[in-house]
């Protein structure tokens, strides 16, 4: 399964770089109005999202949107092992590159327990039509998703959304994955 996955990892990068900057850019910018108007969103008082970096679907107008509107915003911070724990930040310069050099809040950084999260929005390179994704291998996500009971929201572009994903017993779907062309409800 690993190897399958591998592969898929890797054709899908391929595809990730091909992209054009125009498809970026308004691709983000479609993800972010959907997200944003997401009533799970506009409700939500704590909410957990990564930080995007590279070509990956954006989240920082996400991210900058929830902060303006007085919600608590929490970041991933990684431990060796695949822990994670949410640590609430109340700017975003306050994140610094961590693991991977992936910006994270501080470590003296307030914890947000994970009953506490109304909204996680979850990375992927891809997800399926039944809300589960292709992560980038380290199981974290799985682990930290598997029994809180946050609304979820997967990421995409949608040009790599695929009908079925190699499944593991242990991944976690999302409830709602989200295009710059769909919300699709995964309920």
Aim: proline share 6%; charged share 25%.
């Amino acid at each position: 399964m690993n190897i399958i996955k591998d592969e898929l990892r890797n054709r899908l990068r391929e595809e990730i770089a091909a992209f054009d900057e125009d498809y970026i850019a308004n691709s983000n910018n479609e993800l972010f109005l959907h997200v944003s108007s997401l009533k799970e969103f506009v409700a939500a008082r704590n909410i957990m999202v990564y930080h995007s970096v590279e070509r990956e679907p954006g989240t920082l107008l996400i991210a900058k949107a929830a902060l303006s509107s007085g919600k608590t915003v929490s970041f991933p911070f990684c431990f060796r092992g695949g822990k994670m724990q949410a640590r609430a930040v109340t700017d975003l310069s306050e994140l610094r590159p961590a693991m991977l050099g992936i910006p994270a809040p501080p470590d003296t950084a307030p914890i947000i327990a994970p009953e506490e999260l109304d909204l996680v929005i979850v990375p992927a390179l891809t997800y399926d039509s039944a809300g589960f994704r292709l992560g980038y291998g380290g199981g974290y996500y799985d682990r930290y998703l598997h029994d809180i009971p946050a609304f979820t929201v997967g990421l995409a572009r949608e040009r790599l959304i695929m009908d079925e994903l190699p499944r593991e017993q242990h991944d976690i779907a999302v409830k709602c994955v989200v295009t710059e062309c769909a919300v699709r409800r995964i309920l």
